[in-house]
């Protein structure tokens, strides 16, 4: 029996993903998985043992065929990725502040972590990236700006002006409500795509952005980030960045991919400082490991070290 797996995302989350695979194929191949966890992905993930990655990329190397979009796409146009820095007024500033050191202070003081502190640690960082994008979205009685918003505004009103059609990703259905609101008084109209739009009115939206004069595409990250066809823009922005930027790579390809014929122009927003800024640099270094084995970047909570969270927060 001759088995084959075919994915884009075969480490997305963490390194136990490869192996999974491996099992299906050739059981046995890359030992239990207990004996992989030993030898191979404790070194690699949290040691950075260059040797063990070496050691691991030669096991499975002849048994991986890799394609990517540059060699088979080849007529497809360039794709620009740009970051866009924001920073924060006073009021902003300190409201970012205070909870940033209450969740640093209570990490210090931490030993180990369980799944409850693991469930507490995502909320509270999750309320850092809001605050970061606009305090509006965790308080209600806040009452001054978003440094994020008015430059994501402005880019927009650049971009209609400049004739393009944009798309453009939240993680927070809330921040796009925000910014759809904001733009209405703004005189620029927008389509909403969400994980509640109803698959009749997705297919209506997308086919209409093809053909009307309706510049901009708002979309969260889960709902469109795969199986949209949206070769009609050719800018896309991201508002905040997630975790694993495979994501944000998969939401781009609705607009850099086959049917596109003009070079697409890609924004990073983010707010200079904060964890926005730190969880970019992370997604580097650990896009940089996992690039040496096989794919794109992977992050996840689950695999940060307390060093790491503590990190985020400098």
């Known amino acids: 029996m001759c088995r084959f797996a075919l994915t884009g995302t075969p480490i997305e989350n963490r390194l136990s993903e490869l192996w999974s695979i491996f099992d299906f194929l050739m059981p046995g191949f890359l030992f239990h998985y207990q004996k992989f966890k030993k030898e191979y992905e404790m070194p690699i993930v949290k ?32 794709k620009l990725e740009t970051v866009v820095y924001s920073a924060f007024d006073r009021e902003q500033k300190d409201l970012y502040t205070a909870n940033a050191y209450r969740l640093k202070t209570e990490l210090e003081g931490r030993e180990g972590r369980s799944g409850r502190d693991n469930i507490q640690i995502l909320a509270e960082l999750t309320r850092l990236r809001q605050i970061c994008c606009d305090p509006h979205l965790c308080y209600d009685n806040y009452r001054g700006d978003s440094a994020k918003l008015e430059t994501c505004v402005d880019l927009i009103k650049n971009g209609v002006e400049g ?4 798309l453009l990703f939240s993680q927070f259905t809330s921040m796009l409500e925000i910014i759809e609101k904001r733009l209405k008084g703004e005189g620029i109209s927008c389509y909403m795509l969400t994980g509640g739009t109803p698959k009749e009115e997705r297919l209506h939206m997308v086919n209409s952005f093809k053909n009307d004069e309706i510049p901009l595409f708002l979309i969260s990250l889960k709902a469109g980030g795969t ?10 922005i991201h508002f905040d960045p997630w975790w694993n930027v495979a994501a944000q790579n998969q939401a781009t390809d609705r607009a850099h991919r086959i049917g596109q014929d003009k070079q697409v122009t890609v924004f990073k927003l983010i707010t200079k400082g904060t964890i926005e800024e730190n969880i970019l640099k992370l997604q580097e270094s650990k896009r940089d490991l996992a690039e040496q084995i096989i794919t794109e970047g992977t992050v996840s909570l689950s695999n940060l070290t307390k060093e790491d969270l503590l990190g985020l927060l400098d």
């Open 163 to 166: 004739g393009h059609k944009i």
């Open 227 to 236: 199986g949209l066809n949206l070769t009609a823009a050719d800018m896309v």
């Open 47 to 78: 040691n950075h043992e260059q040797w063990v990655l070496e050691s691991l990329h030669r096991l499975i190397g002849p048994f991986i065929l890799r394609r990517l979009k540059k060699d088979v796409l080849k007529e497809l146009p360039d």
